[in-house]
């Protein structure tokens, strides 16, 4: 089992940046990797940026360059460091985190991130 908590996220004029961090608590040591997916209203979940338990990263065409994805093993803690930040960034980023060997998915609450053009 695994808890996660996300802090961050508000809103920011376009351009800006904002950074959100997401906390693991419980079974961590069967986490593989942990990510950062985002819904817009009226749109599918979608995926935002994961890293690996071995720091391999994946991001979103859409963030590429803007987005940074970051992991402290120490801290059970991943981190989204979002620049440049546009309008349609707008939505609902949740946390995600794989478990064990059949990858079962866990959420965060979700924190909401709003970029005013």
């Known amino acids: 089992q695994v808890q996660l908590v996300e802090s961050g996220g508000g809103l920011v004029q376009a351009g800006g940046s904002l950074s959100l961090s997401c906390s693991a608590s419980g079974t961590i040591a069967r986490i593989n990797s942990m990510g950062w997916f985002r819904q817009a209203p009226g749109k599918q979940r979608e995926l935002v940026a994961r890293?690996?338990?071995?720091?391999?990263?994946v991001y979103a065409d859409s963030v590429k360059g803007r987005f940074t994805i970051s992991r402290d093993n120490a801290k059970n803690t991943v981190y989204l460091q979002m620049n440049s930040l546009k309008p349609e960034d707008t939505a609902v980023y949740y946390c995600?985190?794989?478990?064990?060997?059949?990858?079962?998915?866990?959420w965060g609450q979700g924190t909401q991130v709003t970029v005013s053009s």
């Open positions: 995600n985190a794989e478990y064990g060997s059949s990858y079962r998915p866990y």
């Open positions: 890293v690996t338990s071995g720091g391999t990263t």
